[in-house]
């Protein structure tokens, strides 16, 4: 895989969570979770690259069984799209499937109510957006891992 910083995303409806890896290891730099609405998650994203100095993206992308991108997935291709035409760079797709459900897991949201005040404060989307980094940076990853360019040539946009 290609070499420098990275930021992982976990791109979702109303939010998109980020954690920044250093280059060449999994020493977590910063995470946190920008709101989607009026293009906040594109500006701070790309104050996050140049802050951080990102030189690689990967993206969270939830796949079904047969391997196909989920209904979600058009969603989440065009933010990235967004962002990738706003930041030219090495830019990557990996499967999230379960991620979320992994991180409340591991996060022990035992109520209803502990579960939406801890989505609502961004921290699942975040610590979702370190899985997806992580999956990406295991060498030993069964996770399906795409150059995002690749993807859009598939669907007729470069």
Known sequence: MESGNLLS???GST???????????????VSGAFKRAQNRALSGIQEIIVEQQIQVVVAGLPYREDGTASDQGADILAFCRRLHRRAPMPFYLC?????????ESRMALSTPKKRIATKKSGEIDAQSAVAIGRRFLDPDNTFTITRLESVLTDIGDE
């Open 9 to 11: 995303l976990d791109v």
């Open 15 to 29: 939010l998109v969570g980020f954690a920044c890896f250093a280059k060449g290891s999994e020493e977590l730099l």
């Open 95 to 103: 499967d999230e499937s379960f991620s979320t459900q992994e991180v």
